[in-house]
């Protein structure tokens, strides 16, 4: 694939919903709202919006925004389902091309490295908050991080209490991990 963050990213997903426990799927996430199944469905969803949208993908059955606790293929499934439409479709994609259409109704279009971004951001965010629910390590580096806050900068704001939290102070001395958590309204200490 032409955009290695967005590698790297949809394979945060994959392996953080390879790792949940089937007994974990009820459990708190730091998306209040939402379990970690929820998390996970919200995520493909995601996924396959984005496709949609980029590409020739399916949107999803189901709203992201109010995802079911689970599915009858399997969490794990729908995950590594979604992760393979995303794959395939920005493959298809030129990294030098004009823009590309988003699902993010503020944002219409983005330069394709700004959209592959912005795509990986929330595969890698929730990638995070599964893990962090779940007790596996947690995924984020700082270097992905750093790849991560230009797309947050360009798509957060206008999604603000929709899709993100009011950004928290950050705190002096922070980690890019900490400060891009921060930024999109996560506490980067969260426990369950």
């Known amino acids: 694939m032409s955009f290695p963050v967005l590698t790297t990213a949809l394979d945060l997903l994959r392996r953080a919903a390879e790792g949940v426990p089937a007994d974990r799927l009820d459990d708190p996430t730091p998306c209040d709202r939402w379990t970690v199944g929820q998390v996970l469905m919200h995520a493909a969803g995601d996924q396959h919006a984005w496709a949609a949208h980029v590409g020739t993908g399916a949107l999803p059955a189901y709203n992201p925004f109010d995802p079911p606790h689970g599915h009858d293929e399997g969490v794990r499934n ?34 394709p490295q700004l959209a ?77």
């Open 116 to 192: 592959a971004a912005a795509c990986a951001l929330d595969a890698a965010v929730h990638a995070w908050d599964v893990a962090v629910a779940t007790g596996q390590p947690a995924p984020l580096t700082a270097e992905l991080a750093e790849q991560l806050m230009p797309a947050a900068r360009a798509t957060a704001e206008p999604l603000r209490g929709f899709a993100y939290a009011d950004a928290l102070p950050a705190g002096p001395g922070a980690d890019p991990v900490a400060a891009l958590l921060a930024y999109l309204g996560r506490d980067p200490h969260w426990q369950r």
């Open 78 to 111: 729908v995950v590594r389902t979604a992760v393979e439409a995303a794959a395939a479709t920005w493959e298809r994609v030129d990294p030098a091309g004009g823009p590309v259409p988003t699902p993010l109704p503020p944002v219409p279009t983005l330069d």
